[in-house]
């Protein structure tokens, strides 16, 4: 609360009383019934959100997530598990942005293919966003009305599509493991002046948070498809770690992260993130 607007909150909290950590917002919006208090075992903060467009800039969030914890550790001594489920909000802006670039230099490799210093150049900047066997499914999968001359642009173009009409397909397994696998790359390695590239992970990295499990589909809403292909963050608060894991990240840049996330990304040369067992 502030004085100069007495009885509307600064900022709120949104949070969830489970036996364990949702794994999609429609298990925390339609939890029917709801789990009793008594028999609650995990905290799951699922928004978060500011009154006041002025104080955007200010880290509020911070404080109020470490009060909420400090209040439930005091009433409900039970509650062992403080975690998030939430969105990703850049990880499809930089996805299709890559795609798109990775295609254009393709492009342009081939059509300067009998110009050596060119390829030379090309080559430089060019990446394999997919693995073999994932190109290799998605040329072979029956993928509707997708086109394209290879899995990269065949992606590209299922992602695009009109009213994000792939989430409703048959190609929705075969795109499964890839834009699992791109997402934690997205979380773990993609940086921006040394943090990391998506708001909300930053945001709850910054507080001392570790990124415990990404989930397929959690959220099937028009807005999560687009913004993050339907997939949910999984941030865990370790009680006995949320100092040191903060000061880790804001001083060096190291992302803790559970092992199976860190599956996703184990040919990747190493970039300050540590596995937590």
């Known amino acids: 609360m502030h004085p100069a607007i007495y009885g509307e909150p600064l900022i709120f909290i949104e949070v969830a009383l489970l036996k364990d950590v949702a794994v999609s917002i429609q298990d925390v919006l339609w939890d029917e019934p709801p789990t009793p208090e008594c028999e609650a075992s995990c905290a799951l903060f699922y928004s978060i959100t500011s009154t006041q467009p002025g104080l955007s800039g200010i880290n509020l969030g911070k404080f109020l997530i470490k009060r909420v914890i400090e209040l439930?550790?005091?009433?409900?001594?039970?509650?062992?598990?403080?975690?998030?489920?939430?969105?990703?909000?850049?990880?499809?802006?930089?996805?299709?942005?890559?795609?798109?670039?990775?295609?254009?230099?393709?492009?342009?490799?081939?059509?300067?293919?009998?110009?050596?210093?060119?390829?030379?150049?090309?080559?430089?900047?060019?990446?394999?966003?997919?693995?073999?066997?994932?190109?290799?499914?998605?040329?072979?999968?029956?993928?509707?009305?997708?086109?394209?001359?290879?899995?990269?642009?065949?992606?590209?173009?299922?992602?695009?599509?009109?009213?994000?009409?792939?989430?409703?397909?048959?190609?929705?397994?075969?795109?499964?493991?890839?834009?699992?696998?791109?997402?934690?790359?997205?979380?773990?390695?993609?940086?921006?002046?040394?943090?990391?590239?998506?708001?909300?992970?930053?945001?709850?990295?910054?507080?001392?948070?570790?990124?415990?499990?990404?989930n397929w589909m959690a959220d099937q809403s028009e807005k999560g498809i687009q913004q993050s292909a339907g997939i949910m963050v999984n941030y865990v608060y370790r009680l006995d770690h949320i100092e040191e894991y903060a000061q880790s990240f804001i001083n060096e840049g190291c992302i803790h992260a559970s092992p199976d996330l860190h599956e996703y990304v184990k040919d990747m040369k190493d970039n300050n993130s540590t596995v937590i067992n």
């Open 72 to 214: 439930l550790r005091r009433d409900m001594p039970h509650i062992m598990t403080f975690a998030t489920l939430s969105p990703i909000p850049g990880f499809m802006q930089w996805l299709l942005s890559k795609l798109a670039s990775q295609l254009k230099l393709a492009k342009t490799e081939t059509e300067d293919s009998s110009t050596s210093s060119h390829i030379g150049s090309g080559s430089v900047f060019r990446e394999n966003i997919l693995l073999p066997e994932e190109e290799k499914m998605i040329v072979n999968s029956s993928v509707g009305s997708a086109v394209g001359k290879s899995g990269l642009e065949i992606m590209e173009n299922l992602l695009r599509s009109t009213n994000s009409e792939w989430a409703k397909s048959d190609c929705l397994d075969v795109l499964k493991h890839p834009l699992l696998r791109l997402c934690a790359r997205y979380l773990l390695k993609e940086r921006k002046r040394g943090k990391a590239l998506d708001p909300v992970a930053n945001f709850h990295l910054q507080n001392g948070a570790m990124i415990e499990r990404i």
